[in-house]
């Protein structure tokens, strides 16, 4: 007696979802850097949409103010870097300055075989060293590049401020109607978690900044701008970028004295407490209620799928997590694990 035959039936709308969720990892595969510089350029739109929203409600065309804004924002940074660029260079050759004279301090302390394999190094590197065309051509290839892609994420930012609403309806038009309410709420909360996000980054980092540019000048430590600077970029990144400026500052506090080199590593440390514990609590003004160890994986994660920018997009994409679990995974979920959640998240805020 044979087995009936199974018919297996696979509806089409399962087909088109299958097929287009192929597009999509083609897409990210192959377009991946433009669609990063996309989302830069959607980030500082929202970021920006305050205060072109302000002016537009004051009588001034969006085109206009997008575009006073954005050309204001790149002046403010170009300005900024042009204006310390000559401290940074003074700084940077005191700090080879001393550099040299640690290093000859070391050679005149070291045994003598050691400083023979010192030298022995020194020469087979020196031709290598000497390559300085390539170098350059290579650095300002990659600056050219990095200019470019700034022109066209500003470029993108200006369209997206002045286009955005129009956009966004649209792209809401996709989404099936019963389904659009919960669209529209789940994307307005990404809105207001990617600005509270960026405006309470930019004020930490600016804190981080003021702060190292203050204490390393008070002990005399060489390259004070330089290193204030770096903290505050570093201050982007969360949870750790901070600690990582903190080597470079240990390291030129050694050309000064092991005392100033302690203090410098417990002024990075105890900085460092204070903004996880109180500063950044005070500044997102609870918005983004993230445990470290949720920031960690989140910086993890958005690391290993986009680099630097997916690092510095994880936390506001892990932000959104509360809402989406409410909107989209209640009924998957339960009502009972939604409700735990909400308050170990009020318990820890």
């Not at 940077?92 to 050691?114: D, L």
């Not at 809105?191 to 960026?198: E, F, G, H, N």
């Not at 050309?255 to 609590?281: C, D, K, M, R």
């Not at 997590?321 to 009020?346: Q, S």
């Amino acid at each position: 007696m044979t087995e009936p035959k199974r018919v297996i039936d696979i509806a089409p709308s399962a087909i088109v979802k299958v097929i287009a969720a192929i597009v999509v990892i083609w897409l990210w595969l192959h377009l991946w850097q433009l669609l990063m510089v996309v989302v830069i350029a959607v980030v500082l739109a929202i970021s920006l949409f305050p205060a072109v929203h302000w002016l537009e409600r004051r009588g001034l065309p969006c085109a206009v103010g997008a575009t006073g804004v954005v050309t204001l924002l790149a002046l403010l940074i170009g300005g900024f870097f042009w204006i310390t660029g000559a401290s940074l260079a003074v700084q940077a050759r005191t700090v080879g300055g001393r550099i040299t004279t640690v290093e000859r301090r070391v050679i005149e302390k070291a045994p003598p075989w050691m400083v023979e394999a010192v030298r022995r190094n020194e020469a087979e590197a020196r031709p290598a060293a000497l390559n300085v065309a390539g170098y350059a051509y290579t650095i300002s290839r990659l600056a050219f590049a990095g200019l470019i892609v700034a022109a066209l994420a500003l470029i993108l930012t200006i369209y997206l401020l002045v286009e955005g609403r129009q956009t966004y309806q649209w792209l809401l038009a996709y989404a099936p109607r019963d389904q659009r309410p919960r669209v529209d709420l789940t994307a307005r909360a990404a809105q207001k978690a990617i600005l509270q996000y960026a405006l309470g980054n930019v004020a930490t980092s600016v804190f981080a900044m003021v702060f190292v540019l203050i204490a390393l000048s008070l002990l005399k430590v060489p390259a004070a701008l330089l290193l204030a600077l770096l903290a505050g970029i570093f201050d982007f990144v969360p949870v750790l970028g901070f600690i990582c400026s903190a080597l470079p500052a240990v390291l030129l506090a050694l050309t000064v004295s092991p005392a100033v080199t302690f203090t410098v590593a417990g002024l990075y440390v105890g900085y460092h407490a204070l903004e996880n514990y109180w500063i950044g609590p005070r500044v997102y003004g609870g918005r983004l209620r993230l445990s470290n160890l949720a920031v960690i994986l989140a910086f993890a994660v958005g690391a290993e799928i986009g680099g630097i920018v997916g690092a510095l997009l994880a936390l506001p994409v892990a932000a959104m997590y509360p809402v989406v679990e409410n909107v989209w995974l209640k009924e998957y979920l339960g009502r009972d694990a939604v409700e735990t959640h909400r308050r170990i998240e009020r318990r820890g805020a």
